[in-house]
């Protein structure tokens, strides 16, 4: 078991397992999804390091990286030397919210502070070529609710968010990184995030020490931003921009989606004018969103990343499925996403067997996770 509980039952991961589960998803062709399918078919992220090789050979990639202990050892270091931690998925420390989503990151780059654990967490997003009055209304909004102890949560960005994070300093915000923990971006908001963790705020991200942001990591952190809060607010958003992209994600985790209206002469109201005509919920005021998230903060629900462990596949080799079974696997597959239980019933094969053969090529770079329990082969 990669766990020792505490009184309540939380995981609380010692450090030679927190380096093990840093070196696990640091290592080629994992990411969370993978991550959990591995430790609980293992047991442990030890044990699970020793099996990468060979499952990658099975699916067809003769090498894959694993992360060296000195990798992780010096990203472990570099974190403790400027103030940060990593939190576990499961431990006190991580974001009540985020833990249940689909796929939540298994460790979490965070600097000091106690926003983030806070539940009532409420996301403002918008453009990053606001408007003034765009800026004033999310100056007001983070304002008001930050005063009725909520914590808002955003991305650091210019505009929008940078109005939300500075009117809410004293009721302590987030700021959710697409890089590194020790990437500023932009560089101008150095002064902000000092303001945001002297007051007790957080910054946080799923990436790795050093890690310059790509365009393709703001969708990873637009997951993070509404999967920690319970509702987004959105704030003037242009079509196709970041932020619907928030708001897609929140629909996803079942998150309150909230819309400020704007001008439909103006191309930075029109996203959020069609999201309400979507279904979002309109606001102008803090009242609006209190009244509709009235009864919505969601219970502590007990964790456990430790599904029952497959009998023997706690230790030694995996067992290797038939060469038949996978070649009528990947018959199955297609570029379009298919249900892993639909497979199990099309091969008549235990679950257990299939999770084996879809870690084989998901390890090789062959296949695709998709939400829902979905997957589909990568050519």
Known sequence: MDREPDHKGSLLLSEA??????????SENVGPATFRELINHFGSAEAALSQLPAL????????????PVHDAMEEYEALQRMGARLVALGEPGYPPHLRHIDGPPPLLSVTCGNALTQPKAIAVVGARNASLAGRKMAHLMAEELSRRGHVIVSGLARGIDAAAHGASLRGGTVAVLAGGIDILYPPEHGVLLADILSNGGNAVTEMPFGWKPRGRDFPRRNRLISGISLGVIVIEAAKGSGSLHTARFALEQNRDIFAVPGSPLDPRSEGANNLIRQGATLITCADDVEEALAGRIEPDLPFDLQAEEPEGLSSGSPPEPSESLRERLIMALGPTPVGIDELVRHTGESARMIQILLLELELAGRLERHRGQRVSLVY
């Open 56 to 67: 990658s050979r099975r699916g067809g990639k003769a090498a894959i990286r694993v992360c």
């Open 17 to 26: 397992q927190r380096l093990a589960w840093l070196r696990l998803i640091r």
